[in-house]
């Protein structure tokens, strides 16, 4: 099976732009999830999707947003960028089964704002 | 954000010696989860536990879940060279689907 796949893997952008970043899913995971890393903040939730609808979602401001699709990839998007938004985006699938809920991360996407 | 406190911050070993580091919280946990990051890439998963006082080995790794529900931690013997990176924990609940909640982590260096 593929494993979790991110595109672009690298991204440059300035401040007061905005980015859409790429997560498509292990094969079968319904559950995607998004995670900021940073230095200072370490490894941080940013939301969930799950069949489409957002399941859960972290202490992000409102810039930050995503989608789900109906074959399970996602999207995440970041309005008005600032200098503090440079940060290794990572995506996560899941497979839900008895109960448990293991989380398969992607390589992420590197993003600088300028 | 709330993150784990994780201990070792970092370790400088030799190859061959064994290593452990904890995970704590002052909330409980239903999941814990061990994985390991190299850099410029995604956590890759290691251990899952999912029971209080669970104990789990994956080769030289071996990872307990805490009877309080609010630790854990991550046993590597014979340390080998491609050990390096950094280790994480992360905890879940059921009540909050997906969400993981990271330890500070954990940077493994072994020396030859």
């Known amino acids: 099976k593929a494993g979790v796949t991110q595109t672009p893997r690298y991204l440059i952008k300035t401040r007061g732009q905005q980015v859409t970043l790429s997560c498509s899913p292990i094969?079968?995971?319904?559950?995607v999830s998004w995670y900021q890393q940073t230095p200072g903040q370490g490894l941080q939730f940013l939301f969930e999707y799950f069949s489409e609808t957002q399941r859960n979602k972290g202490n992000f401001p409102g810039r930050f947003s995503g989608r789900q699709f109906s074959n399970s990839r996602s999207e995440m998007n970041v309005s008005t960028l600032e200098l503090g938004d440079s940060a290794l985006y990572l995506c996560?699938?899941?497979?839900?089964?008895?109960?448990?809920?293991?989380?398969?991360f992607g390589p992420g996407t590197r993003l600088t704002v300028l | 954000g709330q993150q784990l406190n994780q201990s070792p911050q970092s370790m400088f070993i030799q190859e061959g010696e064994d290593v452990s580091m904890n995970c704590t919280s002052s909330?409980?946990?239903?999941?814990w989860l061990w994985y390991k990051q190299d850099p410029g890439e995604g956590p890759v998963l290691l251990i899952a536990?999912?029971?209080?006082?669970e104990l789990t080995s994956n080769g030289r790794l071996t990872a307990q879940f805490g009877i309080t529900r609010k630790d854990s931690f991550l046993n590597i013997s014979a340390s080998i060279p491609s050990d390096v990176g950094i280790y994480f924990c992360a905890g879940r609940n059921t009540g909050t689907a997906s969400k993981l909640t990271f330890g500070t982590g954990t940077r493994l260096q072994v020396t030859l």
């Open positions: 536990l999912y029971k209080a006082g």
């Open positions: 909330s409980i946990f239903n999941t």
């Open positions: 996560a699938s899941s497979w839900t089964s008895g109960g448990r809920d293991t989380q398969y």
């Open positions: 094969s079968g995971h319904r559950s």
